[in-house]
C-alpha cells in the first residue's frame, strides 16, 4: 500500500492539457461565465511555480497531453512552457488527447511502462478534475495496477461552479447535461437536510480514490521531498 512518504526525491510528471484554451480568453473558457476559470489559471501558475521549483529536473521524465484545440488555444500555457524550456528537464513526452482518457493516447502505455521499470511513482496535475483528470488517472491505474498514481490537489483544478455542493438532484444535473445547479435550489441550500450534499469536484476526488489513486497536496511533496 503506497502512501505519500513513498514519493521519492525522483518521481514521473503527468500535465494534462495545460494549455491557453482553458483559461483567460481561451475557446474553452469562453464557453462559461466569466471568472469560472480562474481557478486553472491559479492552478497552471502552481504548476509553473512547482517545475521551478523542482531541484533535480534532469531525472524527472514528464509527459503533458494536449487536447484538440487550434492555433494559440492549443498551445501550452507560457509560464509553464517556460519552466519546460529553461530549466534541464531532459525528458519531456508530449502526446496528443482528443478525448478524456489519456491511458489510450499515443506512446502513453511505452512511457508508463518506463516508468514502472525505473520504480518512479506518476503525480498528476492538470485540468479539469471532473473530465480528464479523474477519467484519464482511473484509466491508468486500471492498466498499471503496479504503479502509485498520486493526483496532486494543488496541481489540479476545474472550473468554479464545480466547486459548489450541490444536492443529489443538481448532482445528476451536471453529471447528465453539464448543467450548473438550479438557482436558488432549496436541497442545494439546506446544509441540514439529511441527504448527501457533494461538489462535482468532491466526487471526482472520491472516484478517483477508490480507483485506488492518492490524492494528495503537492506543499507536502515539496517539503518531505525536494
Ligand atoms: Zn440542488
Known amino acids: 500500500m503506497s502512501s505519500i ?6 518521481f514521473a510528471l503527468i500535465l494534462i492539457d495545460p494549455q491557453n ?20 489559471l491559479e492552478t497552471f501558475n502552481r504548476i509553473a511555480s512547482f517545475l521551478h521549483s523542482i531541484s533535480n529536473p534532469d531525472s524527472i521524465p514528464i509527459l503533458i497531453s494536449q487536447t484538440g484545440f487550434s492555433h494559440y488555444d492549443r498551445q501550452i500555457f ?12 531532459h525528458s519531456i513526452t508530449h502526446t496528443y488527447k482528443p478525448h478524456t482518457n489519456l491511458s489510450i493516447c499515443p506512446g502513453v502505455q511505452q512511457w508508463l511502462n518506463e516508468q514502472l521499470e525505473a520504480k518512479l511513482d506518476i503525480v498528476i496535475g492538470g485540468c479539469t478534475i471532473t473530465s480528464c483528470v479523474r477519467d484519464s488517472s482511473i484509466q491508468m491505474k486500471k492498466k498499471f495496477p503496479e504503479l502509485n498514481f498520486f493526483v496532486d ?7 468554479k461552479d464545480n466547486y459548489l455542493e450541490r444536492c443529489q438532484r443538481c448532482l445528476e444535473r451536471y453529471m447528465n447535461y453539464a448543467l450548473p445547479p438550479i438557482e436558488q435550489c432549496e436541497n442545494c441550500l439546506k446544509k441540514d437536510s439529511n441527504q448527501q450534499i457533494i461538489s462535482p469536484v468532491q466526487l471526482a476526488y472520491q472516484q478517483m480514490k477508490d480507483a485506488g489513486i492518492n490524492i494528495i497536496k503537492n506543499s507536502i511533496l515539496i517539503n518531505q521531498s525536494l
Open 5 to 10: 512518504n513513498n514519493i521519492s526525491k525522483r
Open 21 to 40: 484554451g482553458f483559461v483567460n480568453d481561451g475557446c474553452w473558457s469562453r464557453m462559461f461565465p466569466i471568472g469560472q476559470s480562474i481557478p486553472i
Open 78 to 89: 507560457e509560464p509553464i512552457n517556460n519552466e519546460l524550456s529553461q530549466r534541464k528537464f
Open 153 to 159: 490537489e494543488n496541481l489540479c483544478a476545474a472550473r
